[in-house]
């Protein structure tokens, strides 16, 4: 795979983003570079501005500085609807689904999100029947098993067609057999759509193994951006992070 952190056209950055609560400044100047078709891994303690940074990218929160740019679009402070309608799409720390409608209700709904972008076949039924969701169809999502809600979310976020996904912690609560589900997850994505990937966890034996690039967030800042292995044997992430949540 390319490095990931050079600037390509068509790319998804930020570009000197700050957001503030008040007094609080949940982080301030920061700048990266999602290049389409690549996995970049966000990771950086409880707190520190993950859930905040994909909350400004994706349109919910509006940034108090600095811009958001896709290919050559400034999309800073554009809605969330405009945003995913152009192709950056989230998932959510928790389950994304419509909690009552039926597995099928809400493909269909996440599908007719996307009616303005045709494209290639997304192959969703392939990946609904090696997620152990084809079976499920007709049932409420909200009384599947935590593990198939979240893949559901994931499947929903891809029927939108994006070309960006922007994922926020999207194996937490599974159990460590279902979180390799991911890895086929994402090579689908890539595979079908060239989708480019950013990823926020804290199981860092995922980061390591989907991620060749990441970037660190600490303390309202980036403290570390390359690729897994070097960054997260450098003792200021150590000390910052890893000593806390490697464990987990
Ligand atoms: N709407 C809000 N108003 C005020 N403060 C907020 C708001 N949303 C988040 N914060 C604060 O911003 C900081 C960053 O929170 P955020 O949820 O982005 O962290 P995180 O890195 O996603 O943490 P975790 O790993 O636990 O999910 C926290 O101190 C949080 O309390
Ligand atoms: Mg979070």
Do not use: W
Not at 60 to 83: E, Q, W, Y
Not at 117 to 133: I, K, N, Q, S
Not at 177 to 203: M, P, S, Y
């Amino acid at each position: 795979m390319k490095p990931a952190l050079n600037t390509a056209s068509g790319s998804l950055r930020v570009e000197a983003l700050a957001k503030h609560f008040g007094g609080l400044k949940v982080f301030d100047g920061i700048s990266f570079t999602v290049p389409p078709g690549e996995v970049l891994g966000v990771i950086g303690p409880n707190g520190a501005g993950k859930t905040t940074l994909i909350n400004v990218m994706c349109g919910m929160l509006a940034p108090t500085s600095g811009r958001v740019v896709l290919g050559d679009h400034d999309i800073t402070g554009k809605s969330f609807h405009a945003i995913s309608q152009l192709g950056v799409v989230r998932s959510f720390q928790q389950t994304n689904t419509f909690r009552s409608a039926s597995v099928e209700e809400n493909l269909f709904r996440a599908e007719r999100f996307s009616a303005a972008r045709r494209g290639p076949d997304l192959g969703l039924p392939a990946l609904l029947e090696e997620f152990g969701l084809a079976r499920h169809l007709h049932e409420p999502s909200d009384k599947l098993p935590y593990g198939l809600q979240k893949m559901l979310g994931l499947v929903m976020v891809l029927a939108v067609r994006p070309r960006f996904l922007l994922l926020d912690e999207p194996v937490a609560g599974l159990e460590r057999r279902e979180r390799t589900q991911l890895d086929r997850f994402v090579e689908h994505a890539r595979e079908k759509l060239g989708c480019g990937v950013l990823i926020v966890e804290h199981d860092m034996e995922l980061v390591r193994r989907l991620c060749p690039q990441i970037v660190v967030l600490e303390a309202g800042r980036l403290l570390a951006s390359g690729a897994p292995d070097e960054v997260l044997s450098r003792r200021d992430v150590i000390d910052a992070y890893l000593g806390a949540t490697e464990e987990e």
